[in-house]
């Protein structure tokens, strides 16, 4: 983020709005609803992060777990079960136009979240901003923060008329700028353009006409995308079921779950080419002597549980 952009998100809204009165933190204190979390309120409401941080203080989930989750057969459906297992049901949203059906998503969510336009609240967010140098608060104030990696995901509380957030050269530029894609709870337009790139996207709908009677109340914060919270340096898992938006602390732990169960589906279906079996014989309770050949083979297979 280059300094005019720093200055424009402390100059949002003149006053801070203590959250501590609300979450009963007698540490951190944020501004109102238009705000970006500092690097140190970034670092207090994502505690359990166990990776680097990136300027702006998301978690950084280093670049070679993306590219193992990116490399790896892996499933929304089955990770879905494993946070919820873990205490996160609200990480799944579905229901999606999916621009590239066949090819994953994944990446580090950079959060924005727009409201509908209200006059004199956006009047003093556009003074601001012209303030600090900038010609004007909209959608490319945000895609010029994107750094490599990201996943723009966008709360435009699936508004598709007038709620489009990029077109075909806007997408291109996050494309190239972050080598992954994008989530917009809202519209896109010349989708045939941007389907064409080979970008991963997902959308509520398309129409004609640009992005008009919103505002931005938020860069890299809390928000809500259908049914999911995602927190800004969530990892982004994107599959033709869905999305899913995964806490760091719990992306080393999924990988391994992962690995675990291919070696013993790989397994399940050597003992389903013999003929010998079942489907209650092998996806149930083993006999004695088919779960001793069911370690050997996850030992042979560098896994000992």
Known sequence: MNTQQKKWVKS?????LCLVLALGSPTVEATAQIYQLSP?????????????RLNDGRPRVPDALLDTIRNMEIAVVEVY???????????????????QPGKRLVGRAFTVQFMPTRADLNEVTQQDAAANGLSRLRNQTTIDMLESGDVAVVD?????????FVGDKLAYYIQKTTGTGI???????????????????????????????SMITGVNVPIRIGGATVMPGDVVLGDQDGLLFIPPQLVEEIITSVKIKRVRDAWSKKQ????????AEIYGRLSPELQKDLDEFMKAHGITQ
């Open 12 to 16: 949002l809204v003149p006053g801070t």
């Open 40 to 52: 140190e309120e970034m670092a207090h409401y994502t505690p359990h992060n166990p990776f680097d």
């Open 81 to 99: 079960a494993l946070l919820r297992d873990k205490g996160f049901p609200n990480q799944f949203e579905g229901d999606w136009k999916v621009l």
């Open 156 to 164: 435009l509380y699936g508004k598709v008329e007038e709620g489009t």
């Open 183 to 213: 989530v917009i709870d809202g519209g896109l337009f010349f989708v045939e353009a941007i389907e064409k790139t080979g970008m991963p996207g997902y959308y509520r709908g398309t129409h004609p006409e640009s992005l008009r009677n």
């Open 272 to 279: 389903f080419d013999t003929g010998k079996y079942k489907s």
